[in-house]
């Protein structure tokens, strides 16, 4: 893809994620909102770094009610391993460092945060790939990571990039 035609993408994909996040975020008072920037150049000792250029934009909120917290996400995503996702999640981590996750959106492999796995995988069935997810999380952690969002990353990671394909700091 040429450089001009990855600008204008961007451009395209930012505009859009913009409007949609608006819409989304409309009629929520007490609510957290961060973002993160993917790519695979922010992956750490894994090959995507190396054969990937896949990149995205994520968009959370976070809403606290009470004992609750809830993590709304969507994001977009340009993969060019066209294979089918595997796992999201939030490590706890700064950049250029992995770290544990600690919000587990999905995953098809069985953890402790997680022991019933996802049964399959989510297909990608072009390289453009929208990812929508909604999770109760624990109030300290979501806490944690609204005060804290750059100690925290987004991890996406696929049958092709099995350690992550993309990844991006969270930030406000």
Known sequence: MSRRLLSVWMLLV??????VSAAWAEGYDESIRLR?????????DNPAREEG???GFARAEIFF?????????????????RTDITRFHIHRGVF?????????FFDTVAT???????PEPIPVRRRLV????????????AAEIATFPED???????????AGEVRGQLFD
């Open 96 to 104: 250029g460092e992995n770290g544990p996750i600690v919000v587990n």
């Open 112 to 118: 402790p945060n997680r022991p019933d796995p996802d």
């Open 36 to 44: 993160s920037f993917l790519s695979s150049a922010q992956e750490v």
């Open 130 to 141: 929208r990812l929508s997810f909604e999770l109760e999380v624990d109030p300290e952690t």
């Open 53 to 55: 250029r896949s990149f």
């Open 65 to 81: 009610d009470d004992d609750v917290a809830t993590i709304e996400v969507r994001g977009l995503f340009l993969l060019r391993s």
């Open 14 to 19: 930012v505009a859009s994620t913009t409007l």
């Open 152 to 162: 925290f990353y987004f991890n996406l990671h696929t049958e092709a990039f099995a």
